[in-house]
């Protein structure tokens, strides 16, 4: 899951996509295209929407996508447009870039960041939604 900052809209990402799969037979990461705020906890208003609906991301740190993680995963959901370009940069090949998608394939999610808490929620319900999808796929295979 990646978004610019890895502190709002993927770790959210990633917290819900861990609660609907099995983690014992998945892992579900998240990250950022930008170093900004490496090392930080999500966005406190991303933890207080994910707590509200059962999910604790408290513990997560940011991090900045890297080459490396072509090699580590085999799907890569992006955000918005923007981070879908950012992240296909750095693909080094035709299978590298196949791994990468929109998390809402026909509508990005957009980063709630600089408005208020009901933008939070919105986005909470977007990607709930999109790792519904998500998850179903990656279970019937």
């Known amino acids: 899951m990646v978004c ?9 990402a990633e917290g819900i996509l861990q609660a609907k799969l099995d983690i014992r037979k998945h892992q579900v990461d998240s990250a950022g295209t930008a170093a900004y705020h490496v090392g930080n906890p999500p966005d406190p208003r991303s933890v207080a929407v994910a707590y509200k609906h ?9 991090r900045q996508f890297t080459s490396n993680d072509f090699e580590y995963f085999d799907r890569i959901y992006v955000m918005d447009r923007s981070n879908y370009q ?3 940069r750095l693909a080094a090949n035709d299978q590298q870039k196949q791994k990468i ?3 809402r394939i026909s509508e990005e999610v ?6 208020g808490d009901d933008g939070f929620e919105k986005v909470f319900q977007m990607i709930d939604q999109a790792c519904s999808i998500v998850a179903n796929q990656i279970q019937d295979e």
């Open 54 to 62: 059962g999910i604790d991301i408290h513990s997560q740190k940011a």
């Open 86 to 88: 950012n992240v296909i």
């Open 101 to 103: 998608a929109l998390l």
């Open 4 to 12: 610019l900052g890895n502190i709002c809209r993927s770790p959210l």
């Open 110 to 115: 957009p980063d709630p960041y600089y408005g």
